[in-house]
């Protein structure tokens, strides 16, 4: 007896029978309605469980500020207690089903404070990278001092000079053998020091309306 295939068409090499869960998805799409396909709701779903699990990692502050509902900032807080690897994967279920009932601003609240917590970190590994340079260059150059304080008029400025004179004083000589293994001087208190000084005065930089006004190193 000769096989009866069933009714349906091909897309793209694949062949969907009519009536299947892929047929109705097809159709909608071809529709055009507003209903989302079971494609989108996954992809929905996925990106707000990838959200919930983000939560573990954000500061106390940041966490506040999202004003996330009792039950969804305890399930986090459950989950950072929870060291079980099956009992935390059980627990970011959970925060993912929370997630999913959250309404548009609850979660657009989440995504802000996550970008915050992003946009600091990268903004704080700037500091660093300045105020290695000023620290360097308010050792090395005379003239620097002037340019800073132009910038940074709070300065304690009988203390950054005394810092300088002494990193002055305590920096070890070049040694040909450290320079051509690449090796970093040892350096003294002072130049520590000189460190923290400039990146309280960066850190405490108000921050301008459009591009940064801060000092930049030539």
């Known amino acids: 007896m000769p096989r009866k295939f069933k009714k349906g068409y091909f897309v793209q090499g694949q062949f969907v029978a009519e009536g299947s869960e892929l047929d109705l998805e097809l159709k909608r799409e071809l529709k055009g309605g507003d209903e989302p396909s079971r494609t989108d709701l996954k992809r929905e779903s996925d990106e707000l469980q990838k959200l919930g699990e983000s939560l573990l990692t954000l500061r106390a502050d940041l966490m506040e500020k ?26 970011m279920q959970f925060i993912g089903k929370l997630m999913r009932k ?16 992003v946009q600091g970190s990268a903004q704080e590994t700037v500091n660093l990278h300045l105020a290695e340079q000023w620290r360097d260059r308010l050792i090395a150059d005379e003239d620097a001092f002037a340019i800073w304080f132009n910038s940074f008029p709070a300065t304690d400025t009988q203390q950054l000079r005394a810092l300088i004179r002494q990193a002055r004083k305590d920096a070890p000589p070049e040694s040909k053998a450290a320079v051509s293994q690449g090796l970093a001087p040892r350096q003294g208190r002072a130049y520590r020091e000189i460190f923290q000084l400039v990146r309280e005065h960066l850190t405490a930089q108000p921050e301008p309306e459009a591009e940064t006004d801060l000092p930049t190193i030539d």
């Open 66 to 91: 999202a004003a996330l509902p009792d039950k969804l900032d305890d399930a986090v807080q459950e989950a950072k207690r929870i060291t079980n690897f099956e009992g935390k994967r059980r627990q």
């Open 102 to 117: 959250l309404d548009a601003a609850d979660v657009q609240g989440i995504r802000d404070a996550l970008r915050e917590q």
